[in-house]
């Protein structure tokens, strides 16, 4: 197992809008769709599932937005070394086949809803990790990283 978590997040935009999942832990928070890479997956084939499981809905994956760094070994404060070095890695992403989101039928714990935010009201909310800025930032100026699959890449001939 790797010493770094791998999580695969989608950002959803449609109307000026950006889809959250809401969870209520301590306190209403909010997060990107997304979650831990699992073995054998692809990172793009774990984009898909893991928006799938906390909104219900169907995307194409896009390019890569953003990449996001916890190295709690490098915070100060509330956090302790012992929590898990993730790496998050954003996709822009696109509704298909009329999905609507909504909650699960089986929720990760202590999520209650999955919610359209105005992206103007972003700033205004608990949104972990805290990349409304960089969020909003890419929204203006749409920079995109390539992801670049090797099994998609033509095969060397040596």
Known sequence: MSHVRVRCT?????????LLVEYDNN????NLPGGGLEPGETIVDGVIREVYEETNADVEVGKLALIYEFAPH???GDYKVTERHGLHLIFECKLIN???PKPPRQPDPHQVA???IPLD?????LLIPNISKQIKEYV??????DLIEDHQLERLKL
């Not at 306190?27 to 909010?30: A, D, E, F, R």
């Open 121 to 125: 009201e972003i700033e205004s909310i």
């Open 114 to 116: 999955v919610k359209w």
């Open 98 to 100: 009329n999905s609507i």
């Open 10 to 18: 989608g950002l959803i935009i449609e109307d000026n809008s950006i």
């Open 74 to 76: 490098k915070q100060s």
């Open 27 to 30: 306190g209403i928070h909010y």
């Open 140 to 145: 203006n100026n749409r920079k995109t990283i």
